[in-house]
Each structure stands twice: as structure tokens, then as C-alpha cells.
């Protein structure tokens, strides 16, 4: 078996330091409990992970399980522009297995690791602190024989006494290790330890100019992304991570969080990630669509909190200049733009700007009347979406579902067939309209019904479920995006039942673009009770 080719550097090195992005959302992340993925879903964030720009994608552990080694070669396949790494005990089957594994990669890497800790030790292992160095060494070789670039981690390396530590990291790089890494396996250092420690090897460790150190930090304390921050500024130049932090436990340092901190502050760091921060949320947005956990609306960087202004005095300053309450640009991390999201605690001149927005411009008069009823309308709602606002610019109730209604719902779908859906809906001057639709599944099978109904072509481009509440008859929130026209609109429906919470989501757009249209004679129905 011939080494696979060592990583090189990329063209996107700057003149600053490189730290590099090892990101083991697939192996680390995969492991935290639901959030399992498919050999297919681990294939589309591993592309998704080369076109953000991470430097190695650590893939999975090939001896685990059939599933996973199987996972690692169609990855080593198939992605190119990063490195790929498999992660092994440092035990000779293990590696062998890693290897072959990674033999179609352009650049393959094999993470060895071995428990360093004195509790580990003795607990896990029942290993002297010469077996550990022995076995550690024995692994590293082995896996220098099969591939050139050999990453060897000490596990819960934060837990071992700092010159054993140093003892072990300069005996594997004697064995060919060109990257150390230094895991908080347990999340139990602070960053001012984290800083003193990675000092500490740096000066201590014979032979450390060979090598590249790295950190891995858990987030059991919170302090995972300070930790690796802090690591950064002693010296360490790979950083672990995992998308919005999934992992073990409480998970991994977060990769967005990393990035745009030290893209953010660079001037306090002095490093560079070459990342193309614009991908970060289409990435954490697809793993958050593939494993069905939604990102947390507050998550730093990609979540809907992370540049959405509700507080009036937030909303002025930004409206005068963005730099007032924000870091970043939104665009930086792949959002649209900064949100100002209106609720009760926003202010007249915020109102104005979104209803401009909307399309809507009154005068000061009309404004003035529109402003008391969001008032009263927002002490109602958590927050007032772009529909109460158009009602409530049209003069109608933003409350009201209207003009038109569901009078009945029914759909249907066949294992490995088309689902079907007929709708039946009743507009404010009475008239009714009854459609009927197949699609490729329940849902859509409804939208395409009411569509006809309503004689509205409109194209889904986002479909989102959450449940509001826990239990068997738990209710669901369903929020669209669809494009209609050059405009894109959102709509949102509650219910137990999820088609039921999609037709209304749908009903909700389709009485905006119907509130939207200049007044003219009722039209005729499409269908007569």
C-alpha cells in the first residue's frame, strides 16, 4: 500500500499566519445522539465543507462500523479541494483500515490518538505511562508507512501532567507526526490555562518546529470557542471544529464562531482561515436540513437572531448606520441582510422604513393611525410579520385570515407513488373555489391545489417544520418561502397536523398577493358549491 499525497498549501494563504480548519462535523459531530446521517447526507455537507474551504474534512472512523468506512472512501472519492482524514486508534487494524479508506483521496490524512490522561490511564487503558508513549509511537509509524501526512492526538490531553505530555508529543514526532493535536476532550480547561499550556509545548516540546499544533476543545463549561481563540494566540495553528458546534455532549467548538472571530478581531490575532465566509450559513443550514435539528433562532454568526434588530433605539442606530449595532456585515456569513424585526418594542421611523419596503408609503397622518394599531397589534404577538404589516397599511384587520378561507382540505399519499390533494376555499364576498392536484408528496399536492384555486402560480424555494410544543399531538409551525413574480414572500400556518399547517402557511401568501391587487368586480369562481 502506497502513502497517499501529503495536503498543500492553497492559494488562499495570505500574507498572515495560516491557521488551518480541520472540521470533523462528520466524524465528532456525527456522533452527538440525533444527529446520525446517511452515507449520501455525509457526501453533500463534505462538498458543502470543500466549498466553504476547510482545509481537512475528517470524514469518520472507518473500523467503527461497514457504514462508516464505506462513508470515508465514497468522501475520498469523490471531494476534492481539502484534505480528507480518517481517525484511528493507535492500534495496527485500525490504521490499515483508515488506509484503505483513503487511498482514492488526493490528499488523505490519518488522525491516530491515544488516551495520555492519568485517569485514562489507569481507568481505561491499564497502561503505564512507557506502554502509552510505545503504543502511541507504534501507531504513528505504522501510519506513516501508509500515508505521508499523520495527525496524532493525546487524548484528554488537558487532564495529563504538562512534561509527560511534552515527553509523549516529541517521541511521536521523532516517529513522523507533522500535526499534534491537543484536545480538551472533556471541556474542562479556561481559556487563560488553554493560553499557558499551548506556551508551554511550544517552548518545551524537542523537535516542535516540525510540527503543526493543533486544538480540539468540547464545550461542557461553554468556553470551547474562547478556548480555541486562546490557543490560537499562543501559537496553535489548526483549529477542530464542527459546524454550529454539534458534537459529543454538549458539542465542539463552533467553526462559524471561530472563523468570524478571528476574521472579525484580525487585528488582535494575526492569522488568517483562507474560509469563504459567505458559505457559512447555506453550510449550517443544510446540516441543519439534513439532520432535522433547526439552528437556534439566538446561535451566533448563522442564527435568525444573529442580525435581527427589534429594539427601537437598535432600529434607529442601524437605520443611521449599521456599524452602530453590528460587528459584521451579514453578507459576510451568507445572509441576505440585516433584519429589522418589528415588535412591540420597535419604533415609528423602523415602521415606516419596512412599509417603504413592503411597497407601501403613507403620509405622516396615515402613519401615525397604521403606528397605534401595530402597537396594539404587536402587545398581542411576539413578533409582526410582513402580512400584518400590508393588512394593516390596507386598512383591514391583521388579524383576519381573509379574503379567503379553507372550507375543506383533504390529501393523501401511496408508498412509492404521487400524493393527491383537493382543496376547497371560500373568499369574504362569498364566492367559492374547489381544485384538486397530485404532486410528489402531500404537501406540495396542496400548495399545487391551492395555487389553482386562488389562480396563483407560485414556486416553493424554502419549506421549514418545528414543533412548538412536546407530545404525540404537539402543534407544528410550517414556514414557506415562495417566489411570485420578481418577489419573494414568506408565509406561516400552526397546526397539529403538518399539511394542514402548510395549507395555511400557503393561504397566508396567497391573501397577500390577493390583498396587493387594485380593487376590481369579483371575479368568477373557479368552482360553484
Known sequence: MTPTNPPVETPRATARERVRVFDTTLRDGEQAPGFSMTRAQKLRIAHALAELGVDIIEAGFPQASDGDFASVLAIAQDVRGAAICALARCQRGDIETAARALEPAAHGRIHVFIATSPLHREHKLGMSRAQVIDAAVAGVRRAKELCADVEFSAEDAMRTEPEYLAEVFAAVIEAGATTLNVPDTVGYITPAEMFERIGFLKKTVRGIERAVLSVHCHDDLGMAVANSLAAVAAGAR????????????????????VAMALKTRAELFGVDTGLRTPRLYPAARLLAQLTGHAIPRNKAVVGDNAFAHESGIHQHGMLKHRGTYEIMRPEDVGFARSQLVLGKHSGRHALRERLAALGHAPDDAALDQIFTRFKSLADKKREVFDSDLEALALGRDAEALGPWHIVHLHAASHLGGSASASVRL?????????????????????????????????????????????????????????????????GRGVSTDIVEAAALAALEIANRIERSKPETAPRAAANHA
Open 238 to 257: 489548526q483549529v477542530e471544529c464542527t459546524l454550529t458546534g454539534i458534537g459529543e455532549r454538549a458539542g465542539n467548538a463552533a467553526l462559524e464562531e
Open 426 to 490: 371560500q373568499r369574504e364576498d362569498g364566492v367559492l373555489a374547489s381544485e384538486a392536484a397530485i404532486g410528489d408528496g402531500p404537501v406540495d399536492a396542496t400548495l399545487r391545489a391551492i395555487g389553482r384555486a386562488v389562480g396563483q402560480d407560485f414556486e416553493l424555494v424554502d419549506f421549514q417544520i418545528r414543533a412548538l410544543s412536546e407530545g404525540g399531538d404537539a402543534q407544528g409551525q410550517a414556514t414557506l418561502g415562495v417566489r411570485h413574480g420578481d418577489r419573494e414572500l414568506r
